[in-house]
């Protein structure tokens, strides 16, 4: 062997080495749980809570229809606050690119400092706690909150509004809690377009919507599609909001398995829903990027 | 200078052109300050100047892509000032190119036609006509980042000339190609505008550049337009002080005018040099700016009639060149002189040694005479 091929080998050799520690830690703490989840969603579950250890796929045929057995029956409820939390996490994705597409353009074209400033306030909600900030928005929109004094303040309402316990008031507070993680990579990929290109856009006769539509929407397309997954992702899952916003009347799949392994003390059933939905949100990603990266690699994948 | 007059031969005239830009500083910079321009048919215009002198601003603003603060454009007789940039008959080749990454070669150069909505065979053709005429059509299904900066340069430039544009607007396209690549495609450009016979706005700050390509050039500098004549007129007969030292190498002296016979004139320089000169339309008394180009000044004796005016200097530094030297040479008053010599470097006799005090040799009619701080 060569000076040079030994040289290589032992750096391909460190390369593979500093992948131990992340590959151990994520090995053990999210593959390890995740395949107890996958087995726990198979077996029977105890009178009591707990398992008995038996293989036991009608957990699944509550949520689905099939297999039916073992004194299990279909409920067409738990498909219904599937789709319906799928439903208001879609929404939250629409409602947050609406607000952070613009913004980000806003932000791009400002000036060193200013630039920072807003950078900075964009993630200072995430020093506070959570609960305390979503606790906030029940004083915030509850009949004699902040938001119904204002309106009745104005003379626009007469009667307060019911927006607290429903599924404007989930929206609302999951639009809040995740526009940040729509912004900071839909403004990374505003910041990286060149404005010349929309100059030379211009001059080569395209109309402002045609440039929106031919060159900017293209180039910002990665920040679009990173935004809208990270967004949409733990949209789905999310449990706090709705439980707090929600109040008894809007349920989402997440307080569906939050309340199955907490209170129901059925770990097999919460296990078979979160499966499912699992299963579910990656299909869908999976399908999204496909469809993104078809349409990049015809248009060259530039900043994906 | 034919400034705001209309003439039929004028495509664009630009009048009263001010621009005026805010610094970090919060003070106020005058990027066009009072422009007059009558850019004709069919001609290669360039615009030279130092960074700074607002000729990219002037592009930009008959672009589209700038406002005037005051000031009109007029296209054929028509008021553009309102027009904006997407639709204004005019394309731009911009100094970084600016093509689309995400878009193959024979999309960005169809994106103008595309967007104007001419049919997809046409369009292809036009396409495919322009890459070949450049020499890129077997490349049209690269992506630009595939290509070298010179192939992507003259995407840029088919990209803007497939649209058949009024004017085509060059910023300083060629300052990112190397020395060699540039004067290649500096030969290839004005072929190209002979060829499509569209007028051309060339800015650059390359006054070699601008010499080898022009109709006619527009020196500038802060924000304004010093000199617009011919290459030949701007290098022999430079309007003032700052063409002449932008353009070309040069002996500038400031003087007085302390004899004149019709025509004839007796200048006295800074540093206590006497030189004679032919000038019109001057007076015992005049200040003057007074310029000698190096290669006017020669070790070979110029006899013209029955003077043979000189120079005479010390030799601080000769550089051999092949067909030239350049000698670098000091009045005994201190005063620098240039000369492009190329008498003495066929002989090889030691006349320019270092160190050496030679008379230098230059006709009168070669020296030319400025009104101090004079404009066009």
Redesign the interface.
Known sequence: MTAAAVRRRRNLLAGYGLLVPITVLLGTLFLVPLGIMVVYSFLEPGVYGGVSWSFYPYNYGRILGWPIGGGEEFDPVYLSIFFHSVLLALLTVALSLLICYPAAFWVSRMTGLRKNLILFLVTLPFFANLLIRIYAWLLILRPTGFFNVALQTAGLIVEPLQVIFTGTAVLIGLVYVLVPFMFLPLYASVERL?P??I??????????L??FR??VL??TLPGIVAGSIIVFIPALGNFIVPALLGGAKVMMSGNLIEQQFLKARNWPFGAAIAMLVMASVLLLVVVYVKKVARRDEQ??G??A | MSGGSESTEDVLTVSGAVRQFQTPEGTWLRALDGIDLAIRNNEFLTLLGPSGCGKTTLLRVIAGLDDLDSGTLTLEGRPLDDVPAHRRPFNTVFQSYALFPHLSVEDNVGYGLDVAGIRPSERRRRVADGLSMVGLGDLGRRMPQQLSGGQQQRVALVRALVNNPKLLLLDEPLSALDRKLRGQMQIELKALQHKVGITFIFVTHDQEEALTMSDRIAVMNKGRIQQLATPFETYHHPANRFVAGFVGNSNLLGGRVVAADRGDLKIETEGGLTLIAGGAGFAVGDAVDVLLRPEFLSLAPVVVGDVAPTLEAQVEQAVFVGSEIHIHARTDRGLALMVLDRTAAGRGDGTADVGRVVRFHYDPSHVHVMRTGGTP
């Open positions: 060149d010349i290109l100059q030379a856009s211009q001059d080569l006769g395209a109309t402002p045609q440039t031919r060159v293209p180039l248009t060259g530039v900043g």
